[in-house]
Each structure stands twice: as C-alpha cells, then as structure tokens.
T-cell receptor, first 116, second 113 residues
C-alpha cells in the first residue's frame, strides 16, 4: 500500500505570495492532519480534516486554511506569506474509523517551504 | 497548563550502548502517549504508543517505553543502540479532540561508532 505523499517536496516563495500544498493520504484513510515544523516552535498542529469537514484546528492565523476533497486528498493554503512561515509542513493520515488517538497516524515526508 | 517536556535536546551514545530518552508530561488526566522518530529528510514514524494497561510498551526497532504515573513520565529505552538509530525523537501526548497530537521539543540522538 502506498504511503502518504506530499507535493511539492520543496518550494520557494517570496513574502506576500500565497502557496498551496497537497497531501494524498493512504488509500482508504479519511482523516488528514497538517503540522508545521520549525526549529523555533517545533511541531505544531494546524488542522485536521475528516470526510471533507474540518474537525479540529490549532492556533494559527486565518492565513492558514485547508480543505479536503471527496477522495480524501487534502490541500492547505497559506496566503500573504511571511518569513516566519518558512517551515517543513507535514501531513498525516489515519483511517478515521476509530476515535481519536487509538488510530495510528502515518506521516508523509513533508513539504519544505522557504519564504524569501 | 498542559505541557510535554523532553529535557534533553541532544544526546550522544556509542553504538551498542543502552539508551534512555526522557519525556515528562503535565496533564490533568493520563493522556495517550506516543513516541515518534524522524530521520533526516523524512517524515515521522510511530515507534510505540501507550493507551492503558501494561505500563511497559514494546515498539518497533527494539524500542520500549515505560509509563510511570507517579512521575508523569514516559521514557523511551533501547538496550543496544545501532548507528541507524541516529535521528530525532519526539514524545507526543494526545489529549483529545480529533487526531490532534502535541509534540515535545524533540531529542536529537547522535550515535558514535
């Protein structure tokens, strides 16, 4: 079974631009979560989507948004990029069948975003 | 306030030596607890998890962790470290709400040959 895939793997943008990152979960998984990883703040939860609905949200500004499609693929968008948005963005998928943490989350390799 | 602490930012061990990575949490109730590993340029891989029951949990790659309620700790151990274990290790409690994980700051493990 193929793992979680994220595209693109690397991205360079300039301040003020917007960016869209994509995540394809493991086949059959319906839950997709997004995390931001930076040297200063570590790993922080952005949001989770389940069956096309946002189920949980972290403490990030409204510039960070996401969506999930009917095939469970998810995208996250960051508008008006700031230098501090430079980070590794990870997505994780799980089946969504069991409640919460009883499910194992499988992580993708991440998209490394550099904002200049 | 709810928090998770990994006191050791960097740890260096010799190959073949034993390893213990510390994790302390501060939550009102016992959270579900996870350990993840991140190799350079890779995503996170689940090593093991604790929900309830037996406080000694076995994971992949020869790792184990022991939950100690009295000490609010969930330390990761391995009896004999291999050079391929060099990576960053994250302790992550789950406290509810969808699939949200809260990660510790991580411990970078270096293995000397």
């Amino acid at each position: 079974k193929a793992g979680v895939t994220q595209t693109p793997r690397y991205l360079i943008k300039t301040r003020g631009q917007q960016v869209t990152l994509s995540c394809s979960p493991i086949s059959g998984h319906r839950s997709v979560s997004w995390y931001q990883q930076t040297p200063g703040q570590g790993l922080q939860f952005l949001f989770e989507y389940f069956s096309e609905t946002q189920r949980n949200k972290g403490n990030f500004p409204g510039r960070f948004s996401g969506r999930q499609f009917s095939n469970s693929r998810s995208e996250m968008n960051v508008s008006t990029l700031e230098l501090g948005d430079s980070a590794l963005y990870l997505c994780a998928s799980s089946s969504g069948i069991l409640a919460g943490a009883q499910e194992t989350q499988y992580f993708g390799p991440g998209t490394r975003l550099l904002v200049l | 306030a709810q928090s998770v602490t990994q006191p050791d930012i960097h740890i260096t061990v010799s190959e073949g030596a034993s390893l213990e990575l510390r994790c302390n949490y501060s939550y009102g109730a016992t959270p579900y607890l996870f350990w993840y590993v991140q190799s350079p340029g890779q995503g996170l891989q689940l090593l093991l998890k604790y929900f309830s029951g037996d406080t000694l949990v076995q994971g992949i790659k020869g790792f184990e962790a022991e939950f100690k309620r009295s000490q609010s700790s969930f330390n990761l151990r391995k009896p004999s470290v291999h050079w391929s274990d060099a990576a960053e290790y994250f302790c992550a409690p789950f406290t509810g709400g969808g699939n949200k994980l809260t990660f510790g700051t991580g411990t970078q493990l270096k293995v000397e040959l």
